[in-house]
């Protein structure tokens, strides 16, 4: 016991998490996510509505400890309309909300208070872009008539990436991929990702999409990078800001924002493709 106890401390350390809150908080995500697309597709809706809520709202917090001030009500307001509009409308719904409500939120912003304004609307345009506007994507994956193995194809795309860059990055993680940005990332997990994430979207695609197997392999691919770019991203806001985690509400993982970073960069890539796939039916 004092053996296990040992190598899973030195897991942790090595891993920067803690290693078995990580598995369970991810087991519990994955079975809420399933549940919902597969048999209550507004449900589903609704999940990913609070999870851009949660987001935004440590989005700002983190902003407000970086002396950025923001809004916190009105970006959640145009994060909510641009969710409606996804699901109502697909993907002109959402260009569309997407036009009006940056411009809304910034004279809100400008009335509300105009010091620092070029500072504070860029963050908030760059908060309405990164959560809301790329969770969107995520619903016009589901809502669908293919819609849950559409969202199963990106959950095992980000969760290949991200479990077996976690594991060959602490079995064997001796290079950084981005040193200045996100110390933890080696390039050993990144190849490791490439190769199970390959192999994992292979499957998937022949299995659950019915699709060529070598399709999903350089979708595979595709997706490796948008994953890793997406958490680099969050990890890059987290330095500027000089901040750790996003929160604290997911035990093992930080907060919301950092559970799906990975997956807002690589939902809209996925949806062009999969788009792209019907439009030329390959």
């Known amino acids: 016991m004092d053996d296990l106890h040992a190598l899973n401390e030195a897991i942790n350390k090595r891993a920067g998490r803690k290693l078995l809150p ?15 697309v597969y048999f209550v597709p507004v449900a589903f809706a609704f999940l990913i509505w609070v999870a851009v809520m949660l987001a935004t709202r440590e989005l700002v917090d983190a902003y407000k400890q970086g002396g950025i001030d923001l809004p916190k009500i009105p970006l959640q307001i145009a994060g909510t309309a641009l969710l409606i509009s996804a699901w109502n409308g697909r993907i002109s719904g959402l260009a569309v909300a997407m036009a009006i ?11 509300q208070n105009p010091k620092d304004f070029v500072r504070r609307g860029a963050s908030a345009a760059f908060a ?24 199963l194809t ?24 981005a040193p200045h940005i996100s110390p933890k990332k080696t390039w050993e997990g990144f190849i490791g990702s490439v190769l199970a994430t390959t192999i994992g979207s292979a499957l998937v695609f ?14 595979g691919l595709m997706a490796v990078v948008t994953a890793t770019c997406g958490d680099l991203i969050e990890s890059a806001v987290k330095r500027d800001l000089s901040i750790k985690d996003m929160g604290t ?15 807002l960069f690589t939902g809209p890539a996925v949806w062009f493709v999969l788009e792209a796939i019907k439009h030329f039916n390959l």
């Not at 872009?129 to 790329?134: G, R, S």
């Not at 022949?206 to 979708?219: C, P, R, S, Y």
């Open 101 to 111: 409500a940056i411009p809304n939120v910034l004279v809100f912003m400008l009335f």
């Open 206 to 219: 022949t299995l659950a999409l019915e699709k060529d197997w070598w399709i999903g392999a350089a979708i």
């Open 22 to 36: 990580s598995i369970a908080v991810s087991l519990a995500l994955l079975a809420a996510v399933f549940s919902t």
């Open 249 to 263: 509400l997911l035990p093992g993982h930080g907060g919301i924002l950092d559970r799906i970073d990975s997956a």
């Open 128 to 151: 309405i872009f990164y959560i809301p506007f790329l969770a969107g994507f995520i619903l016009l994956l589901s809502h669908v008539d293919n819609g849950p193995e559409r969202i």
């Open 154 to 177: 990106l959950v095992v795309l980000v969760a290949c990436n991200d479990t077996f860059a976690y594991i060959f990055g602490v079995l064997l993680g001796r290079h950084p991929l």
